[in-house]
């Protein structure tokens, strides 16, 4: 292991203790360093620093990449996995693209540090500044690393202190990102905090909330609910509650050539980052009527989620998991043997990956881990009545169809409430700028001063 040096609390020794206390001066720190360091630095100046630190994380021989890929086991990801998932992530952390997110954000990034007019407030003779909030305090989800780099990220662009709390078991990359920021750019890794305990920890939690000017929370809906709960007056709060995605393939796009390429694209989107996270596919609902039809493809994804295993493996789960993916392939096996309603593909001698088929369109959450379902319907409809019971609970959609109804089709799923659609194989890449959950991912956040001349 790498000898970082104690820059953050989760570089703490095991045996330490946490207080309240102790998150209060911490939190105190950040803003004492935001206001001497971070205030005296532009956005655009912010902007290439992490520009630069993104494209250091996809060079082989950068020494914080290879510290997390030579301890891969820390992460629950193989090797192969967590290699594409950073080259996946930080591949979209370009200088263009952080343009790209503050231009639709604020429209210019100059806005984030003095008055500037748009065309339109100049012939009104005035301006506007966007100012972020002092303190910005990330509650991160357990599953997938990007969310907490993704918030620290537009948190430094913004201008705020930020402070990520991750739960037991999840801080290692995290921390590994943050320490390689901090050591090209002390003084903006000096606005940063990470520490590491359980969720629920009102002891240390609740002088957290309270330093904070603005908590963004990802987790689930008892975890959302009990944190805006014990929400002090007036701090602003915004969450990301439990969602699920799926793929929806039309039958003009099962060609065989084009279905097999549907399948390869589709295995991709189960196994990046395990199928972690709320842009990974539960199931793929697949029209009938096609020259391949939903039981011939079921088993081209088998195929390919058989060949990614070969190269990028999903690697180790906890015996919980195992045992969940196994009680849950041995339903379908005796339904597979007695109804014929359901058809079962699954890695030999492990629970790698597994392939439902199952006429029933009725939404089912996978367990995960490469553990996907094929559906089939009708048509978008039959689709959408048997998916009711998710509505707004949904994150994303991969859509495959004609160019000549995919608009329809996309007016269709936002109509019924989709904030995302997107080509199969790209589910969990999304835009830098994409608006999660239908919101602004920055400009949440934000507040304006209109300086009239």
């Known amino acids: 292991m790498m000898d970082l040096p104690q820059y953050f609390l989760a570089d703490l020794p095991g045996e330490t203790r946490l207080s309240g206390e ?33 494209a250091r994380w996809r060079e082989d021989d950068f020494v914080f990449r290879r510290h997390v890929l030579e301890n891969a086991a820390l992460t629950g990801f193989s090797r192969p996995t967590l290699s594409r998932g950073l080259d996946q992530f930080f591949g979209r952390i370009t200088r263009e693209n952080l343009h790209y997110l503050l231009a ?38 357990g599953t997938l690393p990007c969310p907490a780099w993704m918030s620290l990220i537009q948190g430094l662009l913004s201008g705020s202190a930020h402070f990520t709390k991750c739960a037991t078991g999840t801080g290692f990359l995290p921390r590994m990102f943050a320490h390689s920021l901090y050591d090209a750019y002390p003084k903006l890794g000096s606005c940063i905090e990470l520490a590491i305990w359980p969720g629920g920890r009102e002891d240390l939690e609740t002088p957290l909330l309270h330093e904070a000017d603005c908590v963004l929370a990802n987790g689930s809906d008892r975890t959302i609910a009990d944190l805006q709960r014990r ?56 029209e009938a009527g096609g020259v391949v039809d939903p039981k011939e493809f079921a088993a081209m994804l088998a195929t390919e989620l058989e060949a990614i295993e070969k190269v ?29 309603d359901v058809r079962l593909w699954c890695s030999r001698d492990s629970t790698a990956w597994t392939v439902v088929l199952e006429q029933d369109p009725q939404f089912t959450h996978s367990c995960m881990h490469r553990f996907v379902y094929v559906k ?78």
């Not at 102790?22 to 620093?49: F, G, I, M, P």
């Not at 909030?133 to 509650?139: A, S, Y």
């Not at 994409?434 to 956040?445: K, N, V």
């Open 104 to 141: 639709q954000e604020v429209g210019d990034p100059r806005r984030l540090d003095a008055p500037v007019a748009t065309a339109e407030e100049r012939a009104e003779d005035r301006s506007a500044i966007a100012s972020a909030p002092e303190l910005l305090v990330h509650i991160a989800p």
């Open 231 to 286: 929400m002090p007056s007036g701090k602003r709060f915004l969450s990301h509650g439990h969602r699920v995605s799926f793929g929806y393939i039309t039958q003009d796009r099962l060609g065989r050539a084009q279905a097999r390429e549907l399948a390869a694209l589709a295995a991709a989107d189960v196994a990046a980052w395990n199928q972690l996270g709320c842009l990974s596919p539960h199931a793929f609902y697949v």
């Open 376 to 453: 089939e319907v009708d048509n978008l409809d039959h689709a959408l009545r048997a998916i009711e019971p998710i509505r707004g609970k949904v994150s994303t959609v991969a859509l495959a169809a004609a160019k000549t109804a995919q608009v329809e089709l996309v007016r269709r799923l936002a109509r019924w409430g989709v904030p995302r659609v997107c080509p199969i194989g790209r589910m969990q890449d999304p835009p830098l700028s994409w608006r999660q959950d239908g919101r602004p991912p920055m400009a949440d956040w934000l507040t304006w001063t209109d300086w009239e001349h």
């Open 312 to 340: 990028a493996p999903r690697g180790e789960v906890s015996a919980m998991v195992a045992g969940e993916i196994a009680h849950r392939r041995a339903f379908y096996e005796v339904r597979e043997a007695h109804t014929g």
């Open 22 to 54: 102790l998150v209060s001066q911490a939190c105190q720190q950040l803003k004492r360093n935001r206001a001497r360091y971070r205030d005296a630095l532009t956005t655009l100046q912010v902007l290439e620093a992490v520009a630069t630190m993104a």
